[in-house]
């Protein structure tokens, strides 16, 4: 019947015809099409692999002796837990001097055994023997555990501390039943070293080195026990290939060998090929001028470092040096966090014409070729160290020509970054030291401004010594991390740190993380070293799903 019915049709006919049920089926499926965009969403799906590129070497894939802004650490992430993460309640005193942990119920290791408060104990005990050689090391002393119960675990500092929370992110438990028949001294050459147990949302799956023993992949896999602790990663796989340098890195991205990778390094943004995301993140890092009077005693003139501070035009260091990728620093604590005391913006310009007015009014004279000041007969030379790293030897360049605009000549040493830890840092071997300071999410300023922390292995770099601001520091320690008192304390400690002149803070550079256009879901907030871009690595996915709405 329809046979004859189209056959009947005239030639004319038969193509309104086709032309017309086109239509109805372009336009239902557009219909459908509208329906489903309206009416669902897009969700995150399971599944797929992920290759992320670091530049480096793993050595040690063992928490407590990796290294902040290391492959180690950035692996540790991966395969361990904090103790914040494996805790159901996390409880103190009045004064913050005890703390008592409980574990989450059912909390498991990679092979599936029980992670309990032996564990955490053996952890702490083994970062406290100074054989291990941790890095934690001076972070425990003064604190003494003692077992309460199977999942409970008591604290005891020697004087409170209410940040004690920062402590226990920054601490990532390893299986006592693996370590405890190992000597501390030699934990770091048995096989957990690059073959780890622990309990994060990956576990070890393979290693491939090269013949010369460069580890060239590590691969990783989910962990399904790690639904006991937290939601299972979407990302079913990731695997992670080491590279000598960053130029090589950036070959593998660009040939398609890697889908991502994390860089501090401002130029490499222009070497990166099209049909990538680029992610701008803040961080909890400064870099700043320490002054270091003892060995330039004209640096104890607080005219003086007003003066060099007025003659900096950070704006300029942050155009040239960090190619627009940084924000300007004026205060211990970076703007990026919620903590930073906006008033301490006033204690900063840049107006070279006002800096040579401070010299002049506070006794300072022109030498007869204007070349240089002379206070007290004495002429006015500084000198910057500095790690050598191209942006940083170029903000040094940039304060160099600034400061001898305003006739202060200045020499710039230039330091290999693996040898400025030990030979210059530790010794306090500089007149003015170009450094950073990485702040945590919640700051804690004792290590970086107290008093008692001018010499190693304190960081008080500028040898600030405040007592006002010693107090203030100490009873920080006494102060609820939700009590709006923290805040007023935080702001008043911030300006008598800016109005001492102790240090010229300058810029809080950006990281990078660079990964393909077609990656729907990587989240990285705020960090405060490199490690940190995988603290959200379980919501990270490559799949998507619909859903109605």
Known sequence: MLSKFYKSFTKKEHLLFISATVCFFASGIFIFSLFISNKTIKIPANGGTYTEGIVGQPQYIIPILAKSGTPDQDLSDLIYSNLTDLSQSIKNDNQFRTWTVRLKDGVKWHDGSPITSDDIIFTIHTIQNPDSLSPLFLDWQNITTSRISEREIEFKISSSYSLFPNLLKNLYPIPKKTFADIAPANIRMSIYKLEPIGSGPYKFSNIEKRNDGFVSSISLKENEYYSSIKDLPYIKTINIKFYENEEKIISAYNRGAIDGFGTGNQSTISSISLGSSIKDISTSKYYALFFNSNANSALSSIPLKKALSLAIDKEEIIKDAFINHASIANGPIPSSLSSFNPEVNDYYSFNPEQSIKTLYENGFDLSNDQSYWIKDGKKIVLTIKTPDVPTLNQTAKIIKKQWEAIHIPTTIISIDPQKINDEIVKTRDYEILLFGNIVSLEPELFSFWH??????????????????????????????????????????????????????????????????NNIPGIKIQTISNSSDRFNQISSWYLKTKRQLK
């Open 451 to 516: 008093s008692s922390e001018k010499f190693y292995p304190g960081l008080n770099l500028s040898f600030f010594d405040n007592a006002i601001a010693d107090n203030q520091i100490m009873s920080l320690r006494k102060i609820s991390i939700d009590d709006q008192q923290r805040q007023k304390t935080l702001n008043l400690i911030q300006e008598n740190i800016v109005s001492s002149y102790s240090t010229i803070f300058l810029v809080s550079p950006n990281y990078f993380y660079i990964h393909r």
